[in-house]
């Protein structure tokens, strides 16, 4: 009897959002930005490999061998290649909600003694 493989979830690897914290805040959104990271690319590689797959089948019809039979392929592999570019922007945005959070509270989080990232000096020309 072959053994099930059980998938896990955006739950089991997020877990339940408890933002109690500002490092609770954290965790949460750079856990979602790497899940979404890691999605993106598995994503990204499958559509590679279907379409390599799709198109090397041989159209039923002859007419359609050749340049057609990899439109094919390329047609249904392209949602794929969406959806990998969907998660890709989500991970943009899990870095962008904390960076928000970061700005928006940042007097908060200065009077909790959280110490922020020193800003890099601006560039300077030099003659």
């Known amino acids: 009897?072959?053994?099930?493989?059980?998938?896990?979830?955006?739950?089991?690897?997020?877990g339940d959002p408890e933002f109690?914290?500002?490092?609770?805040?954290?965790?949460?959104c750079n856990g979602g930005r790497l899940f979404c990271r890691d999605g993106s690319l598995e994503l990204?590689?499958?559509?590679?490999?279907l379409y390599a797959?799709?198109?090397?089948?041989a159209p039923v019809d002859a007419l359609l061998a050749g340049r057609a039979g990899r439109k094919r392929?390329?047609?249904?592999?392209?949602?794929?290649?969406?959806?990998?570019?969907?998660?890709?922007?989500?991970a943009g945005s899990m870095a962008k909600a904390y960076a928000s959070f970061q700005k928006n509270?940042?007097?908060?989080?200065?009077?909790?003694?959280?110490?922020?990232?020193?800003?890099?000096?601006?560039?300077?020309?030099e003659a």
């Open 1 to 14: 009897m072959a053994q099930q493989r059980r998938r896990s979830t955006a739950q089991d690897v997020l």
């Open 105 to 125: 509270y940042a007097a908060e989080l200065q009077a909790a003694g959280v110490k922020s990232k020193p800003v890099k000096p601006a560039f300077k020309f």
């Open 53 to 57: 797959v799709l198109s090397q089948i």
């Open 73 to 90: 392929a390329k047609d249904t592999s392209k949602h794929l290649i969406i959806a990998a570019e969907a998660l890709k922007y989500a």
């Open 20 to 28: 109690m914290t500002n490092k609770s805040i954290r965790d949460y």
């Open 44 to 49: 990204a590689m499958a559509a590679e490999e």
